[in-house]
């Protein structure tokens, strides 16, 4: 009997909390884009796209939480060309998105998978998926983990076919810096690097869950957010919508709470950044 109320009891705070969250996940305008159970609203595209099984062990949904590289083992196809690593690929929403906020939760894994090196920390997000090939024509929101220099840069830009005003101390610089801060545009670099603000960063957090936020309007900007800091901001992007994906490239990571907010109108980039 005083089980059978506890069980009760658990039962009625269990469905309290979900509607509470629920709620205030309504009141902020984000929904859920990911069900937590399957995936349903999304698609799975691997550099050798004709093996069914073989993407369910690349990316796997449980509990909440899509795993990547779940059923592969560490060091797969290591050796193998870059063209013929058959577990790179990317999980796609099947819709495209145009003025909005995405966020997502990720964790890195203990294995590397398609890399000779002992440990690779390299996934990443695209926005504007435009091409839905391995690798996208899109946008990357990088997540990049660099354990030997203790360097984060989880937030750099990858331009995948797109063209963008970015911003820096100078030409010869390829660390973000902001406008407010006395950051130039840097418009028509096809190369080198856009990597994000450095923050600092503890590794044992660093390997732990993280907060990653992409605001995106359309052609005009996008904002890379990690942690609730920014740490990189493009302007006067080549495409204006697109899908979304998540990467499997070198290392096992979780991702979780992938939630957006849409918007029907642009918002200025003065809402979100100092200028």
């Not at 349903?40 to 069914?52: A, N, S, T, V």
Request: one cysteine or more; hydrophobic letters at 40%; a negative charge.
């Amino acid at each position: 009997m005083f089980m059978k109320r506890d069980r009760a009891l658990f039962n009625f705070w269990m469905a309290s909390f979900l509607m509470i969250t629920s709620l205030s996940h309504a009141a902020d305008g984000f929904s859920a884009i990911f069900n937590g159970e399957n995936f349903e609203g999304w698609h799975i595209r691997l550099r050798k796209d004709d093996e069914p099984e073989l993407k369910k062990k690349v990316f796997a949904a449980e509990d909440g939480i899509i795993h990547v590289f779940k059923g592969v083992p560490a060091g797969f196809d290591a050796n193998a060309k870059p063209d013929d690593r058959r577990t790179c690929g990317v999980l796609f929403t099947d819709r495209s998105y145009t003025n909005y906020i995405f966020r997502f939760q990720y964790k890195w894994g203990n294995k590397s998978v398609n890399c000779p090196q002992e440990l690779n920390l390299n996934s990443g997000c695209f926005y504007h998926v435009t091409h839905e090939t391995v690798w996208p024509k899109s946008i990357e929101f990088q997540l990049k983990y660099d354990h030997k220099g203790n360097r984060d840069n989880t937030g750099a830009v990858l331009r995948g076919g797109n063209t963008f005003t970015w911003y820096a101390a100078d030409d010869q610089s390829n660390t973000f810096l902001s406008p407010a801060e006395g950051g130039r545009a840097i418009t028509n670099r096809l190369k080198g690097g856009w990597l994000p603000r450095p923050i600092e960063t503890i590794p044992e957090a660093a390997l732990d869950w993280n907060q990653c936020e992409i605001i995106v309007m359309a052609d005009r900007f996008a904002i890379h957010k990690l942690n609730g800091e920014i740490v990189n901001l493009i302007t006067d992007i080549s495409s204006s919508a697109g899908g979304i994906g998540l990467q499997a490239e070198y290392a096992e990571i979780f991702f979780r709470d992938l939630e957006i907010k849409e918007f029907e109108e642009p918002m200025p980039l003065e809402h979100f950044v100092e200028l």
